[in-house]
């Protein structure tokens, strides 16, 4: 028995190479989003069951995994000495988790009470697991730690979403934390607020904005970014600014960008001598786009053409984009990464759990194009979900997380999901059937 273990095992880490999905995505030209919203202005949206047609065929659990993609800038930060170097690797780390949310308008599918998800990349050096840990509120917590054992990347996010008549505004609320032992550091941030606009009429499009503090615990160093909002005429559209503090709260350099595109960084004072200078006000001409100052009343607005950052003299790069593939508009404008996240090889059957979403029916109807019958397996899962809390409910027999636990983020003694090792061991007794 255990060879043959170690041999799935092996496999599992070989770098998936799927570059499209089974089938391409449905017209939702048809359907009309607002007849199901327009009862829920300034409500929360957690509760509100959507038509399958207005998903992308991944779980929020697999979307989550998508913070990994770029993982060779903590690989960049575990390699230098100096900490406000590692501060700057991390800070564009910070910024792509977030870029692979570009004109991605699909809503991934709610995970169930249980669900989990597994993914072990050895060409990116880590391996990740996360569990839907709580229904109401839905929270999705997770845990990737290095290959190497020289990083540990965590934390439990709860997505609060609201409609505000135009738009659907989804507030990440949870913290994410970042460790590396070798330094004995930890660096925490939270995720700034996403934005879908045009829900009613015009090409849907996507903002970020917020601010994000990332802190280094040890060092007590710290990046300051602002995700701007679209702002008048979409002049701010999708702009990072930022810059980083040293102990003594010195700024020592500014970061800037898109977070869309790229994310440079340069010294604080050549920045500040840029903008009196009057060219910080010059940028590569693109469609002129066109916003209200209000977010939540948003109109149409262009897509950016590529490259849109002015560089200014002095900077240097810290994080590009990766290219879309040719074919992602078809495919739900998936990247590279998402693509391979539901793909399941026959190797993996009999290794992962039963509760891994790879195996869940209505995504997995979904990949492969048949939007009625992920429809009924939706319905059905959900149908379930609502007996089994409806059952232990009754019987007072609370539903219990088989791989985290609650208790204190040990770094700010904020409320977290922390995992509970034994995951990885491969022995899966005694777990729900969700499916």
């Not at 040719?326 to 509760?355: H, R």
């Not at 770094?411 to 022995?427: A, C, I, K, P, V």
């Amino acid at each position: 028995w255990q060879q043959p273990l170690n041999i799935l095992f092996v496999r599992l880490y070989i770098p998936h190479s799927r570059t499209s999905l089974p089938a391409s995505m449905f017209s939702r030209n048809d359907f009309s989003i607002w007849s199901i919203l327009r009862k829920c202005i300034g409500m929360e949206l957690s509760k509100i069951t959507m038509p399958v047609i207005f998903n992308e065929p991944l779980s929020f659990l697999q979307r989550l995994t998508e913070y990994m993609e770029h993982t060779y800038l903590i690989h960049q930060a575990n390699a230098s000495s100096d900490s406000i170097e590692r501060m700057k690797c991390v800070a564009a780390f910070a910024v792509s988790a977030v870029a692979s949310q570009w004109e991605r308008t699909g809503k991934p599918f709610n995970p169930l009470l249980g669900e989990t998800y597994e993914l072990v990349r050895e060409d990116l050096g880590f391996r990740l697991i996360s569990e839907q840990v709580s229904h109401h509120p839905p929270v999705s917590a997770f845990h990737a730690e290095g290959l190497k054992k020289d990083f540990v990347f965590h934390g439990s996010i709860y997505p609060k979403l609201k409609f505000w008549g135009k738009s659907v505004e989804a507030e990440p609320k949870g913290i994410i934390t970042l460790e590396l032992p070798k330094y004995n550091e930890a660096y925490t941030w939270t995720n700034p607020t996403c934005c879908v606009h045009n829900l009613i009429v015009g090409q849907l499009w996507i903002e970020q904005y917020g601010n994000v503090e990332v802190l280094n615990h040890k060092t007590g160093e710290r990046c300051c970014l602002n995700f701007k909002p679209c702002g008048l005429f979409g002049k701010e559209l999708h702009k990072v600014e930022g810059y980083i503090l040293d102990k003594s709260k010195k700024k020592v350099c500014s970061l800037y960008g898109k977070w869309t595109e790229c994310m440079y960084i340069v010294d604080y004072a050549a920045l500040e001598a840029h903008k009196k200078s009057g060219k910080g006000t010059a940028e590569k001409k693109s469609s002129k786009p066109v916003c209200t100052p209000s977010n939540h009343e948003a109109e149409e607005i262009s897509l950016p053409e590529a490259d849109t950052v002015e560089v200014i003299p002095g900077s240097y790069l810290l994080w590009r984009i990766a290219p879309r593939p040719v074919n992602s508009t078809e495919m739900y404008s998936f990247t590279s990464f998402a693509m391979q996240l539901n793909e399941l090889d026959k190797d993996m059957d009999g290794l992962i759990p039963k509760t891994d979403c790879r195996l869940r029916p209505d995504i997995r109807a979904m990949e492969n194009g048949d939007i009625d019958l992920a429809s009924e397996e939706k319905k059905r899962l959900e149908e379930k979900q609502r007996a089994a809390c409806k059952t232990h409910s009754k019987s007072d027999d609370e539903l219990k997380t088989k791989w985290f636990q609650q208790g204190q983020n040990p770094h700010n003694g904020s409320q977290d999901w922390l995992f509970s090792t034994g995951y990885w061991n491969r022995n899966y007794p005694l777990l729900p059937d969700i499916y």
